[in-house]
């Protein structure tokens, strides 16, 4: 079973970057995908989750209103859309599996993937 994150790269304040999740190795259909971040020297930070069936979505405020995650209509990649970037958004970002019934309890995680943003 795989996390596979991928995208990140540098990019200035304003600009777009859209971050990818590939998993595979099992069914992932009771499964929520969330995606974190972790700045040098900060905790890490819940930014939003989809649920893999049905494609619920929930962010956190940091992020609401410029971020979006997907997940194509029989894809098995979530995608992590970002807009308006701004350089506090800069951190590694991780993708990570759930059951819906433990939400807290991540069973995968992907290697992360870097996103710099300059000012």
């Known amino acids: 079973v795989q996390l596979q994150a991928s995208g990140g790269g540098l990019v200035q304040a304003g600009g777009s970057l859209r971050l990818s999740c590939a998993a595979s190795?099992?069914?992932?259909?009771?499964?929520?995908i969330d995606w974190f971040r972790q700045a040098p020297g900060k905790e890490r930070e819940f930014v939003g989750s989809?649920?893999?069936?049905?494609?619920?979505?929930y962010y956190a405020d940091s992020v609401k209103g410029r971020f979006t995650i997907s997940r194509p209509y029989g894809s098995n990649t979530v995608y992590l859309q970002m807009n308006r970037l701004k350089p506090e958004d800069t951190a590694v970002y991780y993708c990570a599996a759930s059951r819906t019934g433990t939400p807290t309890i991540y069973d995968y995680w992907g290697q992360g993937t870097q996103v710099t943003v300059s000012s």
């Open positions: 190795g099992r069914t992932f259909s009771s499964y929520n």
């Open positions: 989809i649920r893999w069936t049905g494609g619920n979505t």
